[in-house]
C-alpha cells in the first residue's frame, strides 16, 4: 500500500523562527512530491513543489528531497502567525496523489 | 483567471439519497480528480477524468460515479449515501501537458453532511 507519513504534530514555533515540517513516502515509484498548506475549514492551497533530489527555494519556503531515504521536507523561515495552518505532503505516482494526514503547525506570535 | 469552482458549498442529504457534485476546472486544465477528505484526515483519492473517460480509480465503491464533459467540468454522484459519507468532497484540477509536474489546484470543496 502507498503511504504517506506525516508526524500530525501539533507543532509550536515563536514568530520569526524556522519551522521544519517532515514527511516520508513508501513508494520509490513516486515522481513529484508536493506541499499544501490547508486553512481550518478551507481547501488545500499549493505551497510548492519538488521532484528532484535536494532543495527547491521559494521566497520564505524551502522543500527538500532525499529519494535515497524516500524523506520529503518544508522549511518555513521567518515564521509568521498567518502561516498557522495544517500542511499535507503529498506524493504523485502516475496519475494519483497520495496525502499524508497533515501536520499542524501554530506561529506564536 | 478563474480557479477551480465548485457547487454547491454545503449539502445535506438523508441515509440511502443520492447526491451529484459539480466542478469547473481552472482555466487552461483538462483533467479533474476528486477527492474525498474526512475530519483530520488528509484527502483521499476518488477517481481522476481525462478526456471524459475515468482514467484512474482510487480504492472507493462502486457507488461514487463520475463524469467528465467536453467543457472539462466535471460531476461526482454518490448513491446510496452512508453516514460515513460525510466529508468534504474536493475537486483538483491540472493540465495534461505537465505530467512530471501535475500540479493540482483545489476548488473551495463541498461539504457533505449525510444525517
Known amino acids: 500500500q502507498k503511504e504517506v507519513e506525516q508526524n500530525s504534530g501539533p507543532l509550536s514555533v515563536p514568530e520569526g523562527a524556522i519551522a521544519s515540517l517532515n514527511c516520508t513516502y513508501s513508494?520509490?515509484?513516486?515522481?513529484?512530491f508536493f506541499w499544501y498548506r490547508q486553512y481550518s475549514g478551507k481547501s488545500p492551497e499549493l505551497i510548492m513543489f519538488?521532484?528532484?533530489?535536494g532543495d527547491k527555494e521559494d521566497g520564505r519556503f524551502t522543500a527538500q528531497l532525499n529519494k535515497a531515504s524516500q524523506y520529503v521536507s518544508l522549511l518555513i523561515r521567518d515564521s509568521q502567525p498567518s502561516d498557522s495552518a495544517t500542511y499535507l505532503c503529498?506524493?504523485?505516482?502516475?496519475?494519483?496523489?497520495?496525502f499524508g494526514t497533515g501536520t499542524s503547525l501554530t506561529v506564536i506570535p | 483567471d478563474a480557479g477551480v469552482t465548485q457547487s454547491p458549498t454545503h449539502l445535506i442529504k438523508t441515509r440511502g439519497q443520492q447526491v451529484t457534485l459539480r466542478c469547473s476546472p481552472k482555466?487552461?486544465?483538462?483533467?479533474v480528480s476528486w477527492y474525498q477528505q474526512a475530519l483530520g484526515q488528509g484527502p483521499q483519492f476518488i477517481f481522476q477524468?481525462?478526456?471524459?473517460?475515468?482514467?484512474q480509480r482510487g480504492n472507493f465503491p462502486d457507488r461514487f460515479s463520475g463524469h467528465q464533459f467536453p467543457n472539462y467540468s466535471s460531476e461526482l454522484n454518490v448513491n446510496a449515501l452512508l453516514l460515513g459519507d460525510s466529508a468534504l468532497y474536493l475537486c483538483?484540477?491540472?493540465?495534461?501537458?505537465?505530467?512530471?509536474?501535475?500540479?493540482?489546484?483545489f476548488g473551495p470543496g463541498t461539504r457533505l453532511t449525510v444525517l
Open positions: 483538483a484540477s491540472s493540465a495534461s501537458g505537465r505530467p512530471r509536474y501535475n500540479e493540482q489546484f
Open positions: 513508494d520509490r515509484g513516486s515522481q513529484s
Open positions: 519538488i521532484y528532484s533530489n
Open positions: 503529498a506524493a504523485n505516482t502516475g496519475n494519483q496523489f497520495y
Open positions: 482555466s487552461g486544465h483538462d483533467t
Open positions: 477524468y481525462y478526456e471524459e473517460e475515468e482514467r
